[in-house]
């Protein structure tokens, strides 16, 4: 794997997390 590679896929990873993130938070507030 490439590692220049392997840093944007972890930020892809992280962006999808935190949308999830605040998916389940306005679950929750709603």
């Known amino acids: 794997m490439?590692?220049?590679n392997s840093?944007?896929?972890g930020s892809e990873v992280n962006?999808?997390?935190k949308c999830r993130n605040r998916e389940?938070?306005?679950k929750k507030t709603l």
């Open 2 to 4: 490439i590692i220049g």
């Open 7 to 9: 840093k944007l896929h």
């Open 24 to 26: 389940a938070s306005l």
């Open 15 to 17: 962006k999808q997390a």
